[in-house]
């Protein structure tokens, strides 16, 4: 059993100084507008200190809480693949040469601190390394082996979140060098804090924070599970690969296609969608180009192009790949789901499309269900 | 036997069909040949029979005004040629050119429909047969005019 | 993340590696063969694979490898103009430099074919792909039973290759069918889709195997054209196109199902390449 320890609101600013002083950036979650994006901080009040997020199918706002909590919110529309695959970062700037060209190396990756990272987020990094970290391709592996996670579990989940039912929180068990749980109670406010890594230990020891005691363990524990009882929604992940496997042309994704605008949103803000395009670009006189990537989503008609068109030309076509990518064909190509139960794509639906409710639609509307079940013929005959 | 008899037995078009069916069959049939650069038919002309090719290329073509002889379709070893025979008005819709040297067998149009009227099984066994053939064209065709090789820009 | 992992090397698989032009060779109106000095010398690759061509500044396209697997000391691809980048690829002389990163993805499994008869079955500019395995059957003819090439264009003055079609065509181990879609005065050979060839080739359907290679409606005719001779999926493989910005299993635009095309394929075999796959828009 790791070491638990406590530590108070000037504790948490002083680990953010600690990170900073190891050379870390340290980013994490601030008001930006309306809403809570991550941006670099330096101390505890550049956090969204007192404010919460409502968030529903299509809806995000901020209210004000009546505590001073710290991280009294969840997730926002940004998640850390902006800092581990940011869009438009470089791969190579290149010259044309007497000899015909060549490639410079690009620059070094910048050491990220990521702040209050929430269990899903952590979860949907773990996922992206699966993606990314056998292929070394020389943006994300590099950054991502350079940060630094400061975890922090959830005690009040938003009513568009279902990590409960993938196992991917409100705890966090694995992933983070730091885990924070924030207690907050008429008369106590305290942080309790295990380290997952030896960094994260060394970190910690730099801190004025004592051992917890079993009582504070103990509450702080109590309030994650009732989190995860309190989950707005949940997604039933029984046979969910073969469910979808077998209804690809289920007409149901037409409905879908229907009210789905294209948008892309639910790829942006997602954790873990992960494509993107290359962009090679060149100076106007020629004699300079880079290469870059940048965010691309499966439901832009440009996507599927191939000489003469698009492979995917409905707005059902494209659903039916998000959806079904994200949680079927990933399993075949990474060994799990691609979907953390963060319920970002929900709320930021602009028409409320919900990741979890066309689950159970097509559970419901199953055809190998309704092939076996209804014996039309017999039915006419009878 | 006859020869047309001998040819048609193992010929994978009437594989299934019973010897007695095939003796029938035999008896509208004779081999004919015809050298490279001779028309079997014409476009317009009375259409009384089909050939089954043996051995050789045979090319349909049609005559347009600008275009000179278009070839629509060859045909070569274990294809038909020839269904006009079938339906009114009983007239060629193509020209048959020999590209090179064919052997075939000749079935008399009126003599094999009266084969099939008189036993329907037989009539049946020979649609099928027919028909299938007819399939396989069709979607050729349709391959063809999907121009699945051209560059679209 | 622990810090204990900097020391590794930084790869570097977006770079591409400048490559010179040795030749060009128009073989068609808009295609046309580049031989290049591979990257780094001598390299090998396998039938079937590509490789991502740049063009400086203007952009990269996946290209597949039209040379001769035996002979490590050329890169030779063929490439149809269909676009800015094939547009600029195409536009290359002799002394030129491109960028080449690769080879990518999966083989013709000449392998599977040993002790068979094989049909190579290809329409249009995807007789490219299928040359680098004709030259290395015809290099081992020995570990084949019957080879036949269907081959269908579209017309007789886009045939690719032509003077190596009379070259296979005067083998006697080796059996060339070429049919166009649309003859000329001059075309004396077949016309009619390629489909139309597999009745004419000789082959056991029980064992025999075939590489399949065109647009995806004339492979999808051809699988059905062969199964209907008794030719099981799993004998029957087809090289995929899809959109490929990447080439390393990163971008996501090149899948298929469960696949990347540019990793798992392109060359897949029709038994895994199930329903889901063919599914429309899929």
Known sequence: ?382 | MSEVLDLLVDHPFFAGMTDEQIRVVAETGTVVSFKGGETIFSEGGTANACLLILDGDVALELDTPGHGEQVMQTLHAGDLLGWSWLYPPYRWSYDAHVHSDTEAIRFDGPALKQVAEVDPVLGYELMKRFTEMLVNRMQSIRIQLLDVYSTPR | MSTQLLAEPIARPMHPVPCRVRSVVRELEDTFTLELDPPGGDWGFAPGQFTMLYAFGVGEVPISISGDPNDPSRLVQTIRAVGPVTDALTSVSPGDVVGVRGPFGSAWPTEVAEGHDLLIITGGIGLAPLRPAILHVLANRDRYSNVTLMYGARSPGELLFTDELQEWRSRFDFEVLITVDHGDRVWRGPVGVVTTLIGRASFDPQTAVAFICGPEIMMRFTIQGLQGKGVTSDRLYTSMERNMKCGIGLCGHCQIGPFFVCREGPVFSCAEMTDVCWTKEM
Not at chain 1, 107 to 128: D, H, N, S, T
Not at chain 1, 138 to 151: D, H, K, N
């Open chain 1, 1 to 382: 059993m790791t070491e638990l320890l406590v530590i108070d609101r000037e504790g948490v600013d002083a680990l953010i100084s600690a990170l900073i002083e190891r050379g870390y950036e340290v980013v994490g979650p601030t008001v930006r507008g309306q809403t809570i994006l991550y941006d670099t901080i330096t101390s505890t009040g550049d956090l969204p200190v007192g404010l919460r997020d409502r968030q529903e199918a299509g809806t995000y706002r901020l209210e004000e809480r009546d505590d001073e909590a710290l991280f009294g919110y969840v997730v926002g529309p940004q998640s850390w693949k902006r800092f581990l695959t940011p869009p438009g970062t470089v791969f190579w700037k290149g010259l044309r040469t007497e000899d015909g060209f060549e490639t410079i190396e690009h620059e070094e990756a910048p050491r990220y601190a990521f702040f209050g990272a929430r269990p899903c987020e952590v979860a949907a990094m773990k996922i992206q390394d699966d993606v990314y970290l056998p292929v070394e391709d020389g943006i994300y592996t590099e950054r991502r082996r350079r940060s630094f996670t400061v975890a922090v579990n959830c005690t009040e989940p938003a009513a568009t979140c279902f990590c409960a039912s993938l196992g991917t929180g409100p705890d966090v068990t694995e992933g983070y060098d730091i885990a924070l749980t924030e207690v907050l109670g008429k008369k106590q406010h305290y942080f309790l804090a295990e380290a997952g890594t030896d960094e994260g230990r060394e970190v910690l020891a730099t801190l004025a924070a004592r051992d917890a005691r079993d009582e504070e363990v103990v509450k702080a524990r109590r309030m994650v599970v009732r989190a995860a009882e309190h989950m707005g929604r949940s997604l039933d992940t029984d046979g969910l690969k073969e469910l979808l496997y077998a209804n690809v042309a289920n007409p149901y994704w037409a409905e879908i296609g229907d009210r789905c605008l294209l948008c892309t949103n639910c790829t942006m803000v997602c954790p873990t969608c992960f494509c993107s395009t290359v962009e090679d670009r060149q100076s106007l006189d020629g004699s300079s180009a880079e290469r870059a990537r940048t965010w691309d989503s499966c439901f832009t008609l440009d996507f599927s192009y191939i000489h003469g068109g698009p492979v995917r030309s409905s707005a059902s076509s494209r659903y039916r790949q998000w959806l079904t990518h994200k949680l079927a064909s990933w399993q075949d190509q990474f060994g799990s789901i691609g979907c953390v139960g963060c319920g970002r794509c929900i709320a930021w639906c602009p028409v409320g499309i919900d990741i979890t409710r066309e689950v159970t639609a097509i559970r419901e509307r199953d055809v190998r269900r309704v092939e076996v079940g209804v014996p039309a013929v017999k039915e006419v005959v009878e």
